[in-house]
């Protein structure tokens, strides 16, 4: 049975910053592009950021140069560091995993929380 479970969401000021975590099991993760997605209410769901099996990465351009998405293989674990965080960040956060070939199921998380406010 496939689960992602994202955790690191929560309340935070602007400016301030956090760390969301994405820990995959069921899947061989080292093959898999993993993404961050979020859905903020009354809007569609967004690409945030995704990294490629090879480590390649690209970024929505409103996060670009505040968000860090990263991997680590060994621990089937991928995270998004968000930092300058803006109220426009306001969402919720889903973690995606995609084995890039179209007869094969992508994956999603439950998500996370995440407001900026003062």
């Known amino acids: 049975q496939v689960q992602l479970v994202e955790s690191g969401g929560g309340l935070v000021q602007p400016g301030g910053s956090l760390r969301l975590s994405c820990a995959a099991s069921?899947?061989?993760?080292?093959?898999?592009?993993m993404g961050w997605y979020r859905q903020a209410p009354g809007k569609q769901r967004e690409l945030v950021a995704r990294?490629?099996?090879?480590?390649?990465?690209n970024y929505a351009d409103s996060v670009q140069g505040r968000f860090t998405i990263s991997r680590d293989n060994a621990k089937n674990t991928v995270y998004l560091q968000m930092n300058s965080l803006k109220a426009e960040d306001t969402a919720v956060y889903h973690c995606?995993?995609?084995?890039?070939?179209?007869?094969?199921?992508?994956?999603w998380g439950q998500g996370t929380q995440v407001t900026v406010s003062s």
């Open positions: 990294i490629s099996s090879g480590g390649r990465t």
């Open positions: 995606n995993a995609d084995p890039n070939i179209a007869s094969l199921d992508d994956y």
């Open positions: 069921g899947i061989i993760f080292r093959f898999y592009t």
